[in-house]
């Protein structure tokens, strides 16, 4: 399976982040200490040190606690940078620029969008989780498809409290500073535009991903 079609667009937003790191490993011309034993990697020059921690979006209970190097680097870290502003995801404000995004307007939806066969797909899909149509008929691809697979991950035990939101609201609490790698705005604009030129074969591809969402997980908490 091409998991990237199943996390697409964890895999898009991930895209600029991973170049920067490293341009930023290239330009520093070191070799960073490597614990096979978590995806902590500790940078240094001189008297400056970087901690790259690779992270998954959601986790389950059982998943904590985080490896010690995660609690090292963090404890060690005046700084840190995240993908986006999580906190800002409360912001009334932005969630209502989000759902300004994510939706069609000027008479599209998607039956205008989708051809027959992706349109009865995911309407067969929507049917089996309840959902009416008619709700998300609006909704851009992007959003429908990440919904449907964080409802794949409730069903399997995983919850917002994955690497991020938890070193987030450890931060705010211990007054550390954060910073993020992209805007919130810039992430929104990925999700918005998810499928465009390719709707038909997004829809599809993703519904039969769906059911490897298990497997997939944990081969990736695994790494």
């Not at 700084?79 to 409360?90: A, H, P």
């Not at 994510?102 to 049917?127: F, P, R």
């Not at 992430?187 to 390719?198: K, R, S, T, V």
Request: proline fraction near 3%; hydrophobic fraction near 45%.
């Amino acid at each position: 399976m091409n998991s990237d079609r199943l996390f697409g667009a964890q895999s898009k937003l991930k895209l600029k982040s991973l170049l920067l790191l490293l341009s930023l490993v290239s330009l520093l011309d070191i070799m960073p200490t490597i614990s096979a034993d978590s995806s902590v990697l500790k940078i240094t020059s001189g008297e400056n040190t970087v901690y790259l921690g690779g992270t998954v979006h959601l986790l389950r209970p059982s998943d904590y606690p985080l490896p010690e190097e995660y609690e090292q680097a963090y404890q060690e870290s005046a700084v840190l940078v995240f993908e986006t502003d999580i906190s800002s995801m409360n912001d009334l404000s932005i969630q209502a620029e989000t759902l300004k995004q994510l939706t069609y307007t000027a008479g599209q939806s998607l039956d205008t969008v989708l051809n027959d066969e992706a349109y009865n797909a995911l309407s067969e899909y929507i049917a089996t989780i309840s959902i009416p149509m008619a709700m998300i008929e609006q909704f851009k691809l992007g959003v429908i498809i990440s919904m449907l697979q964080f409802l794949e991950f409730q069903k399997i035990g995983f919850t917002p409290q994955g690497v991020d939101a938890y070193f987030n609201i450890r931060a705010m609490s211990d007054a550390k500073t954060l910073e993020e790698l992209e805007s919130l705005e810039e992430q929104i604009g990925f999700l918005a535009a998810m499928g465009e030129g390719n709707e038909n074969e997004f829809i599809l591809l993703s519904l039969s991903d769906l059911d490897e969402t298990a497997e997939v997980m944990e081969d990736m908490i695994f790494a």
